[in-house]
């Protein structure tokens, strides 16, 4: 029960949190000079990838496969955004290391909502058959 409560709520908090901390960085006037700002974004989607392990903390979720889709998409436009807004043009590693960091995340978090999309009752039944 003690380690149920908080895993739960961590898990419901996560999206929260980070819809709010890449729509801070994407209202952010940082100036274009501003190092690390084109790298907390991607950074951003690659941490909502989440863990191998866990893709939805209750079957419940794997219904609502659309809505993490559609949270998916908004995150990835905003993130570009974010990238378009503040990727400085005279510092090549770090364009490199934003753009590689963006293109992992958006793979990472793309991997998670094919998990969850597929985590329905009847796959399971299919891989338990095999």
Avoid at 42 to 51: A, E, I, M, N
């Amino acid at each position: 029960m003690f380690l149920r409560i908080p895993l739960w709520l961590a898990y419901h908090l996560a999206d929260t949190i980070g819809i709010y901390a890449i729509g801070l960085l994407s209202l952010s006037s940082a100036p274009r000079d501003h190092r690390l700002m084109p790298f907390w974004a991607p950074f951003l989607l690659l941490h909502r990838g989440g863990t191998d392990n866990i893709p939805a903390y209750a079957f419940h979720d794997n219904q609502l496969w659309l809505c993490h889709l559609q949270v998916f998409m908004v995150k990835v436009l905003v993130a570009t955004h974010i990238l378009y807004k503040h990727l400085p043009q005279d510092d090549t590693f770090l364009i490199l290391a934003a753009l590689l960091m963006w293109a992992v995340g958006i793979g990472k978090y793309a991997e998670r909502v094919v998990a969850i999309r597929g985590g329905n009752m009847s796959s399971i039944r299919n891989s338990l058959k095999k």
